[in-house]
């Protein structure tokens, strides 16, 4: 069975601040997805980024950057130089092959102060 | 640019009462999907359509729930007899293909308050 876990709860940084947001996920197929979304104080769910299982490769997008290491099972997101706009609650999930229901994990509040 | 569009943004019901939340996923998408948020808590998979059919659901999905393309637009979610617990925002989304790796565009929500 597949699982997404964000061991933190909420994160509360200046603005300016980088900010890594943890992401561990379990799952027995050798091909599966990954995702962050984005959800805003108004409630809509915003896509960030996928990432295939086969494609380790980091990415950088402007201030958000993302590290997917196999070895770990992990994918962790890094905002630099955050700023209050970043204020959000941020989900990684999952979704395996053979089954598109994306799991979420519980999600984590990031909270940046002016 | 095409959007999940979602009606009522807010629907407010007595126990026991029958609501359909409606969806109108992106006009090109083929897999439709429920999902629901109990306030502060994860986003939780519901139930997958495709073809006018279900094509996967959850343990919460149970005989209370269900869904129908009534038309080539609209995809609903009906809960029958609605219980305090169902209280939640319900979120649907559709994707273009198959693949796993295509992200699902979400609407922005319905929220339901059980009275």
């Known amino acids: 069975a597949q699982k997404v876990t964000q061991a933190q709860t909420e994160i509360s940084v200046v603005e300016k601040e980088d900010v890594t947001l943890d992401c561990v996920y379990e799952?027995?197929?050798?091909?599966?997805?990954l995702f962050w979304y984005k959800q805003p104080p108004s409630g809509e769910l915003v896509f960030l980024i996928r990432?295939?299982?086969?494609?380790?490769q980091n990415e950088i997008s402007g201030r958000y950057s993302w590290n997917f290491q196999k070895s770990t099972s992990s994918f962790n997101f890094t905002i630099t130089a955050s700023q209050v706009v970043d204020s959000a609650v941020y989900f990684c999930?999952?979704?395996?092959?053979?089954?598109?229901?994306?799991?979420f994990g519980s999600g984590t509040r990031l909270q940046v102060q002016p | 640019e095409p959007e999940v569009t979602q009606t009522p943004s807010h629907q407010v019901t007595q126990m026991g009462q029958e609501v359909i939340l409606r969806c109108v996923p992106i006009?090109?998408?083929?897999?439709f999907y429920w999902y629901r948020q109990i306030l502060g808590q994860k986003v939780e998979f519901l139930v997958s359509?495709?073809?006018?059919?279900?094509?996967?659901k959850s343990e919460i999905f149970d005989d209370q729930f269900s869904v129908e393309r009534p038309d080539g637009s609209n995809f609903t979610l009906k809960i029958r007899s609605t219980k305090l617990e169902d209280s939640a925002m319900y979120f649907c989304?559709?994707?273009?293909?198959?693949?796993?790796?295509?992200?699902?565009?979400f609407g922005p929500g319905t929220r339901l308050t059980v009275l």
């Open positions: 799952t027995r197929d050798t091909t599966y997805y």
């Open positions: 999930a999952l979704s395996e092959a053979g089954r598109r229901a994306l799991t």
């Open positions: 990432r295939n299982s086969f494609d380790e």
């Open positions: 359509f495709y073809n006018n059919e279900i094509s996967e």
């Open positions: 989304a559709s994707r273009t293909s198959g693949n796993s790796y295509n992200e699902q565009f």
């Open positions: 006009s090109n998408h083929l897999y």
